[in-house]
Nanobody, 126 residues
Framework: QLQLVESGGGSVQPGGSLRLSCATS????????IGWFRQAPGKEREGVSC????????KYADSVKGRFTISRDNAKNTVYLQMNSLKPEDTAVYYC???????????????????WGQGTQVTISA
């Protein structure tokens, strides 16, 4: 069973940084692409970024390009999301989940594998 646990959230001022971690267990992380998603109050959950199983290919939502960086350490069974230049609109609960990977697409944020975890809260405010 795929188990993923998010951590690293918190409250920071605009312009600040946070690094989220997604600790995985119960499966071979190196076999799966992983995506980060977020859900702000009153809004639908949206894809933020995803990374291929080997880490060589990544995707980002336009709203976070140039500010967020996704990475993974398969040996440590962990995926990271480095978030810089944070804005109030980045406030949300952030989730990680396995996503489908194909030969054509590095990772498909539209195709989730497994269940959502509890997420980690990120709050950006002055």
């Amino acid at each position: 069973q795929l188990q993923l646990v998010e951590s690293g959230g918190g409250s920071v001022q605009p312009g600040g940084s946070l690094r989220l971690s997604c600790a995985t267990s119960g499966f071979t992380l190196a076999s799966y692409a992983i995506g980060w998603f977020r859900q702000a109050p009153g809004k639908e959950r949206e894809g933020v970024s995803c990374i291929s199983s080997g880490g060589g290919r990544t995707k980002y939502a336009d709203s976070v390009k140039g500010r967020f960086t996704i990475s993974r350490d398969n040996a440590k069974n962990t995926v990271y999301l480095q978030m810089n230049s944070l804005k109030p609109e980045d406030t949300a609960v952030y989730y990680c989940v396995a996503v489908l990977q194909t030969a054509q697409a590095a990772c498909m944020m539209s195709s989730r594998i497994g269940s959502w975890g509890q997420g980690t809260q990120v709050t950006i405010s002055a």
